[in-house]
C-alpha cells in the first residue's frame, strides 16, 4: 500500500483519511506522516519537536524537517478506542 499527502501524486488521498488509520514502523507507532509505502518499507514524516510540533528544517529555508523511518511498516484502522 502507498499513500501520500501530496496532491500532485498518483498516490494521494486527503489526509484526513489518515486519522482514522494506526500507522507503525517495527511497532512503534507513527505521528505526522506524510507518505508511506508498506512494500518498500519506508514512511515519511513531519519531524517533531519536544512539545510535539513540526518545526522548520535548518537547512532548506520555508520546509519543514522530515525524518524517514525505515522498517516493517503496518496500517490499520483505528479502533473504536482509538478514536
Known sequence: MRYSADQDSKHYQPPAV?????????G???KQVREFDTEEGW???????????????PN????AAMVR???????????ADER
Open 18 to 26: 489518515t486519522a482514522n488509520w494506526v500507522i507503525t514502523c517495527n
Open 28 to 30: 512503534e507507532p507513527l
Open 43 to 57: 514512511a515519511l514524516c513531519f519531524a517533531l519537536n519536544d512539545q510535539g510540533r513540526m518545526y522548520a528544517d
Open 60 to 63: 532548506t529555508p520555508g520546509q
Open 69 to 79: 523511518h525505515v522498517g516493517d511498516i503496518d496500517v490499520r484502522p483505528k479502533t
